[in-house]
């Protein structure tokens, strides 16, 4: 056997030494008795027409020229192939013959396919085909209709093999009856029967003034216009249907010849609305014209009026909606030519205005279109005095909020509708409302101090809020118990003090201060409150709680409690007592320090403790700091204020955050100016910062100020070379931070305003440098952090208060702030010089670079050199090179060239330095070419 198929086998034998005319007797058999297939004389075979998967057996004999034969060979047994599925058709397509007939077609590739078949999805269309079969045709179709999507799918006994599918149009029926339906000198109506297309069918309308057709219409209607014929002409038409697949039908016939002109185009149409539902439309008469004729731009057949005279009104529309039309005049000739378009919307109506809400500084209108169509803009204009109106809203929609009104004032609002030409309906109706009213916010910073001859100064810091017409201060009368019925006085809004009558000695009097608005609210937060004795004359040292403000809500776990020394001075004062009690106690006690850093008595400036007011019950209590001078005499009768335990709702928040940073979080009106304080838990770092009002970019924000904050960015070397290049000098940093962010995201303040910041610097010997570095605090700068640039930037200007051991920035923006100085310059051993050796040509920036005098850190550089001194650069064998002076701030860049200005040579140099009253030095420096 040579070979085998599913149903063939291939079979060979040797002659065995016979001669070439010898017959050869083939036999084949199941199993059973054999028959003869072949009796040939050549000695090969292929047995065709078998079953798949099936054994035969064979056996071949000689038969000599006398008929008698051989013994026939052993049986081959050989065995079919199994039957596997075909090999699917390729090239499935088709074509359509008419408008009710497909030709489908194939190209087969499986020789043992056993038929075809078209099918749709699972049903079979076409019946079973032959094996030879290429084409099927479909019939009994609709014109212009698709079918498929088909495939041809391949069957035998060993499976099935789908082809690609394929999907056809049938052609259109070609159109018929072509006629003109109406002729003008510059149009042509033309009308035909579609006869089996179905709706949806392409017509094409061609026209011919001569030899060759031009498209001139395509479209799916029975009827077209052909504008711009030259009159008196003649033309030929002709149109076909297009089916599906683009494919077009014989074309029907016809013929036209345009009229004779007609008066000429008016000119100057133009059309304006005359209300919500009319538009007016005019033009140059035309001189003989009877008659004019309007048209639809878009649809120039149908008519949208005619006119005996100008002008024309087109009534009946909706409001702002646009309406685009053309106009010809008619004589005796018959119609002219058409104008050019003109267009115009109709007013819009105006929309009916309602109040939907009413806040304390806010409204909320609605509104609806009525007849004005969806997508016409609005214009919602408020006035609070009914004669000047501002906009509030334009756009599209149905409502809007104004949030910039006023408290308990009146305001009213009106609305109109804007067409599509941008023109203004009228004015709705106005509708009136007035907001609500408000209490207004507490005064700020209510201090109360003692004066000689038994009279006491109040001060405060105004309310923040928007209104206020004045205060009502009230008082005790001595007694302990305040008098919120009759006022000591009413003051004026504009009002920060008051200066009381001659009192009757006492230890205490106890006042509280109160803002009343235009509302006529009087506020009623009886935390605003302060204290001091009526007393006959003053002497001694006396401080007063500077830290919280009077009123305040505080929470937290190292609250800040800072005195300042209000009478006497610092020199004179040996300690601060601080002490609280609940306001309805009689009793002080001494306030317990949240940490040993801090302790209370505090006995120097800046004089503060933390207070863990976590420990104490929500309520109100008292503050006061007792001041001790140096002779023992203590603060008799210290100035108090008030302020509030608010673990829900507290204005001041202090976190000990751990590793000595304090947390300070703070709500900020911006209606007025605010100075927040906190204090460091870890060393005597006490900073501020003051915001002035108008200075956010919202009207109540909450500050967070973190002293030394864990994660300040590491003092890196990076660092170190861009603070150097300023302070002519490396920098050190006083190791004094503190960070100020705002939680609504603003970093930079706005309407060009600076906030005051202040750090405390140690200092406790008073000998001018800064306790634990070397720095003079004299030198001390304020420096900002950028995060992006990761570096220190000094972009605003600070001063050193040296009598109260702080330095002060005027910072536009917020971020991290700290305190840098250079030390004092030191000796000529300690000048540091960079890079040795120079390599300027090696590639790599930081072994040198070549010199530029735009480049602070090219060439040699001889850095804390004292100003003025002087660098003598010699070869080994003791041949000067270059002499060069130091800058004012004791720093120079040698360009590594002579004194000829050409570049010196690789090797070893000596570098002799000299100042004025100090011993030189000596440093030997290395230059790799």
Avoid at 128 to 144: F, H, P
Wanted: hydrophobic share 40%; aromatic share 8%; glycine share 10%.
């Amino acid at each position: 056997m040579t070979a085998q198929s599913p149903t063939s086998v291939a079979l060979a034998w040797a002659a065995g030494g016979n001669p070439a005319q010898t017959v050869y007797e083939l036999q084949r058999s199941t199993g059973g008795p054999a028959s003869t297939l072949a009796s040939q004389s050549s000695f090969a075979f292929i047995d065709t027409g078998l079953a798949p998967g099936t054994s035969y057996f064979y056996q071949v004999r000689a038969v000599n020229g006398a008929g008698l034969k051989s013994a026939f060979t052993p049986e081959l047994a050989a065995r079919t192939n199994d039957l596997s599925a075909p090999v699917p058709a390729s090239a499935f397509g088709a074509r359509a013959l008419d408008g009710a007939s497909i030709e489908w077609s194939w190209t087969p590739h499986a020789p043992d396919a056993a038929g075809y078949r078209v099918m749709s999805g699972t049903s079979n269309l076409s019946g079973d085909l032959a094996a030879a079969a290429t084409t099927w045709v479909q019939s009994g179709l609709q014109a212009n209709l698709p079918y498929g999507a088909y495939h041809v799918q391949a069957f035998n006994a060993g499976g099935l093999a789908n082809s690609g599918s394929a999907s056809r149009y049938t052609l259109a029926g070609a159109p018929s009856s072509l006629s003109v339906t109406a002729v003008s000198s510059v149009s042509a109506s033309l009308a035909w029967s579609g006869n089996d297309d179905p709706d949806g069918t392409i017509f094409e309308l061609e026209r011919s003034a001569g030899a060759s057709f031009v498209k001139r219409w395509a479209g799916a209607g029975l009827a077209a216009v052909d504008a711009g014929l030259s009159p008196s002409t003649a033309y030929s038409y002709r149109v076909r249907a297009v089916n599906g697949d683009g494919i077009g039908t014989a074309y029907a016939g016809a013929a036209a010849t345009a009229a004779d002109p007609g008066p000429p185009a008016p000119m100057g149409l133009s059309v304006s609305a005359i209300g919500d539902s009319a538009l007016l439309w005019t033009w140059t008469a035309v001189a003989g014209a009877s008659q004019y004729r309007l048209y639809y731009a878009s649809n120039p057949t149908v008519s949208a009026g005619v006119a005996d005279a100008l002008p024309f009104v087109s009534g009946g529309l909706a409001p702002n909606t646009l309406q685009r039309l053309v106009v010809s005049a008619v004589n005796a000739t018959g119609e002219g030519l058409r104008s050019a378009p003109a267009q115009a919307y109709t007013l819009a109506d105006p929309p009916a205005l309602a109040v939907a809400d009413v806040e304390i500084t806010s409204a909320a209108f609605a509104w609806s279109m009525g007849s004005d169509p969806p997508g016409t803009p609005v214009e919602l204009l408020v006035s609070t005095d009914g004669a000047t109106f501002n906009r509030v809203f334009q756009g599209i929609g149905t409502s809007a909020t104004d949030y910039y009104l006023l408290a308990c004032l009146p305001a009213f609002a009106k609305i109109r509708a804007i067409n599509g030409d941008g023109l203004a309906s009228d004015y709705s109706p106005p509708v009136q409302l007035v907001t609500q009213a408000q209490a207004p916010l507490p005064a700020g910073r209510l201090s109360a101090m003692s004066l000689a001859s038994d009279r006491i100064r109040l001060q405060w810091s105004p309310s923040p809020s928007e209104g206020v017409t004045g205060y009502k201060l009230y008082y005790d009368a001595g007694t302990g118990q305040v008098d919120y019925v009759q006022p000591l006085a009413e003051l004026p809004a504009s009002a920060t003090g008051y200066l009381t009558d001659v009192l009757v000695s006492s230890p205490a009097y106890r006042f509280s201060l109160r803002a009343v608005n235009r509302c006529g609210v009087e506020e009623q937060d009886a935390g605003v409150s302060a204290a001091a004795a009526a007393l006959n004359s003053l002497d001694g040292v006396r401080a007063a709680i500077a830290t919280p403000e009077a009123g305040k809500k505080i929470i937290g776990n190292r609250i800040t409690v800072q005195a300042q020394i209000v009478l006497g001075d610092v020199a004179q004062t040996r300690q601060v007592l601080f002490q609280y009690k609940p306001s309805s106690a009689a009793v002080w006690a001494a306030l317990a320090a949240a940490e040993f850093n801090h302790p209370n008595p505090a006995s120097a400036p800046p004089w503060y403790v933390h207070w863990n007011a976590n420990l104490l019950a929500p309520g109100s209590y008292d503050l006061r700091a007792l001041a001790t001078d140096f002779s023992g005499r203590a603060d008799a009768t210290p100035p108090a204020i008030t302020v509030g335990v608010d673990p829900a709702q507290p204005d001041i928040q202090e976190t000990d955050l751990g590793g000595g940073s304090v947390q300070t979080q703070q709500k900020v009106n911006n209606g007025a100016a605010t100075t927040v304080q906190s204090g460091d838990a870890g060393s005597g770092q006490l900073s501020s910062v003051a915001i002035p009002a108008g200075a956010l970019a919202s009207s109540t924000v909450t500050i967070t100020v973190v002293n030394n904050p864990l994660d300040a960015p590491a003092f890196t070397a990076a660092a170190v070379r861009a603070l150097a290049r300023v302070l002519n000098a490396d920098p050190l940093p006083a190791n004094d931070y503190v960070e100020i962010t705002l939680d609504n995201g603003q970093s930079a303040l706005v309407n060009g305003m600076t906030a005051a910041v202040s750090i405390s610097y140690p200092d406790a010997d008073n000998d001018g440098i800064v306790d634990g570095t070397g720095l003079r605090a004299a030198d001390l700068q304020m420096w900002a952090y950028d995060p992006v640039a990761e570096q220190w930037r000094k972009d605003f200007l600070s001063t050193v208060d040296a009598v109260n051991h702080r330095v002060t920035g005027n910072t536009p923006h917020f971020s991290l702030f700290g305190l840098f100085a250079a030390p004092a310059h030191a000796a000529l051993n300690e000048v540091q010089i960079y890079p040795v050796p120079f390599k300027p040509n090696g590639g790599n920036p930081d072994e040198g670079r070549p010199f530029s005098p735009s480049d602070p850190d090219s060439g040699i550089v001889f850095n804390k050199l004292p100003p003025g001194a002087v660098v003598t650069i010699y070869t080994v064998s003791g041949r000067r090179v270059k002499r060069m002076t130091s800058e004012a701030g004791g720093r120079l860049q040698w360009d590594a060239r002579n004194e000829d200005g050409r570049d010196v040579a690789t090797g070893g140099y000596i570098a002799v330095m000299t100042s004025q009253g100090q011993v030189g030095a000596t440093r030997v420096l290395a230059i790799i070419r």
